[in-house]
């Protein structure tokens, strides 16, 4: 399976991107908290998609892709404390974008068990 071809992937490179331009924005005194955190969450969504797409085990698939839904909810999470601390204003915006790729990031994990229970 080519990650790049994945709807899921290409999302969470967007996605990426918007958090970029979103911590631009956020205090200078950030950099090495919420900052660094957010953007590595983010890239940890889409990277571990690719790794786990590079691996030559259905089983491997299947553990990174958990791992990129983790990181779907640590970047929700810090979305959160960056919206209550002020830092932006438009939170939903960011949710509903998590929301359209951890829907088919489910939905791909629950295929690739299916498929693998079929063998």
Do not use: C
Not at 34 to 42: D, E, F, G, K, P
Not at 66 to 85: A, C, D, K, Y
Request: proline share 3%.
């Amino acid at each position: 399976m080519d990650h790049k071809e994945l709807d899921v992937w290409k999302n969470s490179i967007e996605f990426i991107i918007q958090i970029y331009k979103l911590t631009k924005s956020f205090p200078q005194g950030e950099s090495y908290g919420l900052i660094q955190q957010l953007r590595r969450a983010s890239i940890s969504i889409a990277s571990n998609i690719a790794e786990g797409s590079g691996r030559n085990s259905p089983k491997e698939l299947i553990y990174f892709l958990h791992l990129s839904l983790g990181s779907v909810s640590e970047v929700e999470t810090q979305l959160i404390i960056g919206r209550r601390l002020n830092y932006f204003q438009d939170l939903d915006f960011y949710l509903n974008q998590l929301i359209m790729i951890r829907k088919p990031l489910t939905g791909l994990i629950r295929y690739q068990k299916e498929k693998q229970a079929k063998k």
